[in-house]
């Protein structure tokens, strides 16, 4: 579940600059922490060209989160540079503890064809809210949501974002904060700061936590642009959660020779 919540927490936009004349490379690392502890790491690499992307992903956890519950994860996403990034295929594997999970999801111009997860969930109905069919239609993954394509850093924010991770549908609600100075290994430049709510849709169960990100979690992200692409991703992200602030930094952002 904390796998999912961290990539929903991911966002795309709809606004096209022009298309990119190379293809480009780029590796990002963040770090993952709670009330100042880090609890995971991941490191993405992608991929972007004229037509396709590819985008690839590892995530551990680390600290003190690995002392209760280790947990490591794989993810992978191909797909076309069309109105954003659009997935055809979205794969995450991971391990927590000694229990492996695996999630498909498949998609054809927005529109989700298969979901799989393993093992199948055993889900209350009673606490379970369901998720309408017509709900998966112009929906994107939470990874290549991750990668907002937009015009210039005005353009990325003032959205709303729609994102399916192969059970939970959510919408990420977007508004421009500012524009400010961002710097980190790999990167010195402007990054665009936006105001996030989390609104979740269905296929989710019913709890306290849930219910504080819906209603009470505020939630800012800055975005810096991948090279020349036009296209942006996360630099720094911060959400109140129940039991303290999760800040999502990066610490390399930077391009790779091909």
Request: proline share 3%.
């Amino acid at each position: 579940m904390i796998a999912r919540t961290l990539a929903a927490l991911a966002f795309a936009g709809l606004a096209l600059p022009a298309a990119a004349q190379e293809r480009q490379s780029f590796r990002v690392d963040y770090s993952v922490s709670i009330l100042g502890l880090n609890i995971a790491r991941s490191t993405f690499t992608s991929t972007i060209g004229p037509n396709d992307f590819h985008l690839k992903g590892r995530l551990a956890s680390s600290g003190i989160a690995k002392i209760f519950d280790s947990t490591e994860g794989t993810m992978d996403v191909k797909g076309a540079m069309g109105d954003g990034l659009q997935a055809d295929v979205y794969l995450l594997n991971y391990t927590s503890g000694d229990k492996k999970k695996r999630t498909e999801v498949a998609f054809s111009k927005g529109a989700v064809t298969k979901a799989e997860n393993l093992p199948v969930r055993k889900i209350n109905p009673k606490r379970w809210v369901p998720l309408d069919k017509s709900e998966l239609t112009s929906v994107t993954d939470p990874i290549s949501a991750s990668m907002v394509r937009a015009s210039s850093l005005e353009d990325v924010c003032n959205r709303t974002v729609r994102i399916f991770d192969g059970e939970m549908r959510a919408d990420l609600k977007l508004s421009f904060v500012g524009v400010k100075p961002a710097e980190t290994a790999g990167f010195s430049g402007d990054a665009v700061t936006c105001r996030a709510q989390f609104v979740p849709i269905g296929g989710y169960k019913i709890s306290k936590s849930m219910d504080f990100m819906k209603n009470k979690s505020k939630i800012v992200m800055s975005f810096a642009q991948l090279g020349t692409t036009g296209v942006y991703a996360p630099i720094h992200v911060t959400a109140t959660t129940e039991i303290g602030t999760l800040t999502i930094a990066a610490r390399r952002f930077e391009t790779v020779s091909q």
